[in-house]
Structure formats: structure tokens, C-alpha cells
């Protein structure tokens, strides 16, 4: 069975600060990870992915993510926050063979001037 | 480039009726699900379909409906509204591995809001 756990229900920092959310995930096969971004009275869009070729995954709006599968972790960072950051986030697994895909319970950036 | 259409984006209900939500999309995708979106609990999956004619339930199953009669159509329904289903509603689709590209990368509308009084 697949799960995501996201620590932080809400995470805050200053502009120009580094981001950085955190996301757990438990899979019995090698997985594919996903990071979106839900911004107000939208749907989610796809920040980025990893599906098993560099460990080190570059997304859109100057976010990565680092697959650390002895940690089982892909957290997502972005050097510099801005305001325009400011969303609810979603970690989400699914596997190989399978189109189940499992969301975490999200994060919400705040972004402080 | 329509993508994921979702109607209605808002419907207000009583308890013990019944409505369809209605998902289309035209990118040709074999995968389509149903997500509720809830304060404090993500996204949780309410069921799935791997092409037309297939359909399985996700975590939240109970009390909805689904079928897949074609590959761009996957309407979900309530038979019998609850206030527990008072959600945001949201449907996604995906490629199937069959095209080659990575399973799993959602595509999704821009949800529907349901009130269940």
C-alpha cells in the first residue's frame, strides 16, 4: 500500500527566504512522486516529478526535489521565496505498474513581505 | 485546448438527492479519477478508471457511483446525498502506459463545489 505524509499542515517564511516542505512517502515498489501546487479556487497543476532517472528533480518557478529513497523522502525546496509562492502544495506517490496516485494532506505556504 | 471540463463548478443539494457530476476530457486519456477535497486531508481518491469499461474504487468509495462508457467521459454520481459529502470535487486524467509516457502525471479540472444541506 501507498501513503504520503507531508509534515506541516502550514509552513511560513520571509520573502527572499529559503522554502523548504517535507514529504514522506511509503511504497512496496519503486515509486513515481509528484509535487503540485493548488493556488485559491484553482485545481492543482504539476510542479514536478520523479520517475527514476535523477535523483535531483528540477520543477517549474525555481522549485527542486531530491528522491532520498534510503530516507524515503522527496522534500521540495526553493532557495528564494516570493510572494507569488504563496499556495497549498500536495506530495503524491504512485508506482511503476499502477495509476493510483495518493496525495499527502497538503501544505499551505504562506509568504511574509 | 479544453483539457479537463468539469460541470457544474457549484450545486447545492438536500439531503437524499441525487446528482451526477459530470467530467469530460480530450486529450485521449486512458486514466480518469474522481478526488474529494477536504480542510486539513488532502486529496483523497473516490474512484478510478483505467480505460472505457473499467472502473475501481480508491479510498473513499462509498456513496458514490461511477462508469466509463467512453474514453473521454466519467461521470461520477451521488444516489443519495449526505452532509459528509459536502466536498470540493475534482477529476483528473492521465496517459496509460500503453502511450509510452509516465503514468501518474495528473491533469485536472478546475473542481466542483458541493454543498449538501
Known amino acids: 500500500a501507498q501513503s504520503v505524509t507531508q509534515l506541516g499542515s502550514h509552513v511560513s517564511v520571509s520573502e527572499g527566504a529559503l522554502v523548504l516542505l517535507r514529504c514522506n512517502y511509503s511504497?512496496?515498489?519503486?515509486?513515481?512522486l509528484f509535487w503540485y501546487v493548488q493556488y485559491p479556487n484553482q485545481g492543482l497543476q504539476l510542479l514536478l516529478k520523479?520517475?527514476?532517472?535523477?535523483?535531483l528533480v528540477k520543477g517549474i518557478n525555481g522549485f527542486e526535489a531530491e528522491f532520498k529513497k534510503s530516507e524515503t523522502s522527496f522534500h521540495l525546496t526553493k532557495p528564494s521565496a516570493h510572494m507569488s509562492d504563496a499556495a497549498e502544495y500536495f506530495c503524491?506517490?504512485?508506482?511503476?505498474?499502477?495509476?493510483?496516485?495518493?496525495f499527502g494532506a497538503g501544505t499551505r505556504l504562506f509568504v511574509k513581505a | 485546448n479544453a483539457g479537463v471540463t468539469q460541470t457544474p463548478k457549484f450545486q447545492v443539494l438536500k439531503t437524499g438527492q441525487s446528482m451526477t457530476l459530470q467530467c469530460a476530457q480530450d486529450?485521449?486519456?486512458?486514466?480518469m479519477s474522481w478526488y474529494r477535497q477536504d480542510p486539513g486531508m488532502g486529496l483523497r481518491l473516490i474512484h478510478y478508471?483505467?480505460?472505457?469499461?473499467?472502473?475501481d474504487q480508491g479510498e473513499v468509495p462509498n456513496g458514490y457511483n461511477v462508469s466509463r462508457s467512453t474514453t473521454e467521459d466519467f461521470p461520477l454520481r451521488l444516489l443519495s446525498a449526505a452532509p459528509s459529502q459536502t466536498s470540493v470535487y475534482f477529476c483528473?486524467?492521465?496517459?496509460?502506459?500503453?502511450?509510452?509516457?509516465?503514468?501518474?502525471?495528473?491533469?485536472f479540472g478546475e473542481g466542483s463545489r458541493l454543498t449538501v444541506l
Open positions: 486529450m485521449n486519456h486512458e486514466y
Open positions: 503524491a506517490v504512485t508506482h511503476t505498474g499502477g495509476f493510483k496516485t495518493i
Open positions: 511504497s512496496s515498489v519503486p515509486p513515481y
Open positions: 478508471s483505467v480505460g472505457a469499461g473499467i472502473t
Open positions: 520523479y520517475t527514476s532517472a535523477a535523483t
Open positions: 483528473a486524467s492521465s496517459y496509460g502506459l500503453a502511450g509510452g509516457r509516465v503514468a501518474g502525471e495528473l491533469f
